[in-house]
């Protein structure tokens, strides 16, 4: 056994079966491990995407992501998604695969200083070396899995990983999850916060995504009758069709929400991790009640009223032991205050718009379905009116929002749940900016519709730059003149689709396909400016 074996075992350990990235000799002896090994290397058209398909594994499976990229540019590509897992909280192990030892830290071809690279974005950077293998693939895959979970970066020298292996994987070996418990003193103070509170609401934020118990959020709830919304990473965590659901916060229409949240009495942040969207943006003069694994990030212009921090399945079950609060909601006033708001999501146009896209896309994928999505006026829309009554079935990025994730974290999901189907919905800046991960696809026989909404720009820049009266110039990215898109992009199917009928019936075609469909919707997205901020 060598290092690179010894590193495949350890992966497997924790439970790991795929690793994403793209070769180079350095990297080479790392994938042969691997095939050895019965763990499945998927070759990506790109490093970023191979770290965020590792981003959206982590999330989806609790075990960590596993990405691999050569030394100089491949180490720099990678970063993109390193950081994606990083700000969103997903379990990553990202190898850097390097020059031999002796010539690292001299001005030779491609070399840089990966651990200053990744620093920032991780919450460790190990050197390998010949004898301490072993100990930080032990240490990595433990930290990477702590709360708050994230991605440990080791820079893998080549000599190294052909190195006879020193120390082995303990057939005993677990991860240890680090928990603090919140005091009996903070959980009585927040009970007495809920007595007290006549009009308290809920929100639900990514911290609850790695909950080991969720249906103790709905229990809690339920209980108490408080009014829930969410973050976008934290849709599903409670079925969206429930009557006390509010819908997602921080997106389109997000002045209606943040006045549905003001005129509550007390906030409850269960699991809401500020790294998606601060607190000060919406929550105005409403006392906050935090109820997270961590001290909410807050200034002085937060009214904190009671603090519970500590593990969330601890605290909830501690929470829920207390006899109910009542409140003074009426379903009538949350009723109408949904109807108002997705009415207001959708305005009254003929037009084949983005709004109306998405209501098809979730007519046809079942319950069970997985969508992805990227970044762009069109997260706005779809975290806003997509209902999800599972968790862990809505991917993007939030804490680290960067376009590119949508095709990349599809291929991981289809990976991660092949029973389950999975849509990709992107905007047309996005698909051009991942395009390439379409033969990825292929390659691995995902059955994955592509939706990408055409309307021929940037729209959240165009948006932007005319809040602002600036000119819309460099936003523009209609990708062809042609009236109908070419036949397939890399031996991948291609569909153009100008009305709901033909988007249903071409999804429900996809759907059954044995590999990926692009399905071209061309759409006028301007209702956006009227939905996005407002």
Request: with cysteine; aromatic share 6%.
């Amino acid at each position: 056994m060598n290092n690179a074996d010894l590193i495949v075992a350890f992966m497997k350990q924790a439970g790991v079966s795929h690793g994403f990235g793209i070769p180079s000799g350095n990297v080479l002896p790392l994938i042969e491990a691997m095939r050895l090994g019965g763990m499945e290397f998927v070759l990506t058209a790109h490093e970023g995407s191979a770290s965020f398909a590792a981003d959206v594994m982590g999330r989806i499976t609790g075990t960590p992501g596993f990405c691999i990229a050569t030394l100089g540019p491949g180490a720099t590509n990678l970063a993109t998604g390193v950081g994606s897992a990083y700000l969103d909280r997903s379990p990553m192990i990202a190898v850097t695969c390097n020059l031999n030892t002796p010539q690292l830290g001299r001005r030779i071809q491609m070399w840089i200083d990966h651990h200053a690279l990744f620093a920032p974005i991780t919450k460790a950077s190990y050197a390998a070396r010949h004898d301490n293998v072993a100990e930080i693939m032990k240490e990595a895959i433990t930290l990477a899995l702590t709360e708050p979970m994230g991605p440990v970066h080791i820079d893998l020298p080549e000599d190294v990983v052909l190195a006879p292996a020193k120390g082995t994987v303990n057939t005993s070996f677990s991860v240890t999850h680090v928990q603090n418990t919140a005091s009996d003193a903070d959980i009585k103070k927040a009970i007495h916060l809920l007595e007290k509170s006549q009009k308290p609401v809920a929100i639900l934020g990514s911290s609850a995504m790695r909950m080991k118990d969720h249906t103790l959020l709905l229990k809690f709830i339920e209980k108490n009758q408080i009014p829930f919304g969410s973050s976008t990473m934290a849709k599903g965590m409670i079925d969206e069709n429930h009557p006390l659901c509010f819908g997602c916060i921080e997106r389109g229409k997000r002045q209606m929400q943040r006045k549905f949240i003001q005129s509550a009495d007390l906030v409850i942040g269960l699991g809401f991790d500020t790294i998606e969207v601060e607190y000060e943006a919406w929550i105005g003069n409403t006392p906050l009640l935090s109820i997270d694994i961590e001290t909410p990030d807050i200034d002085e212009s937060v009214k904190l009223v009671g603090e519970v921090t500590g593990d969330l399945s601890n605290s909830l079950s501690r929470l829920l032991s207390y006899p109910a609060a009542e409140n003074n909601w009426t379903q009538s006033e949350l009723d109408t205050h949904n109807k108002n708001y997705n009415e207001a999501l959708r305005p009254s146009t003929e037009a084949f718009t983005p709004f109306k896209a998405i209501d098809i896309v979730r007519k046809v994928l079942p319950k069970d379905g997985i969508i992805t999505y990227d970044v762009g006026a069109h997260t706005h829309q779809i975290a806003s009116q997509w209902i999800a009554p599972e968790p862990k079935v809505c991917h993007v990025t939030n804490g680290w929002s960067s376009m590119g994730i949508g095709l990349p974290a599809a291929i991981a999901a289809k990976i991660a749940k092949q029973d389950h189907p999975v849509v990709c919905l992107i905007g047309d800046g996005c698909f051009q900016m991942t395009a390439g991960e379409l033969a990825t696809a292929r390659r691995q026989n995902l059955s994955i519709p592509v939706v990408v909404l055409n309307d021929r720009w940037l729209s959240l820049i165009q948006i932007k730059q005319e809040k602002r009266q600036y000119a819309q110039y460099g936003s523009q990215v209609e990708m062809a003149t042609y009236d109908e898109p070419p036949s397939h992009y890399f031996g991948v199917p291609a569909v153009g689709v100008y009305d709901e009928a033909q988007l249903e019936k071409a999804l429900e075609s996809a759907l059954k396909a044995e590999g990926p469909t692009v399905i071209e919707a061309m759409v006028d997205g301007s209702h956006y400016l009227e939905t996005v901020f407002d």
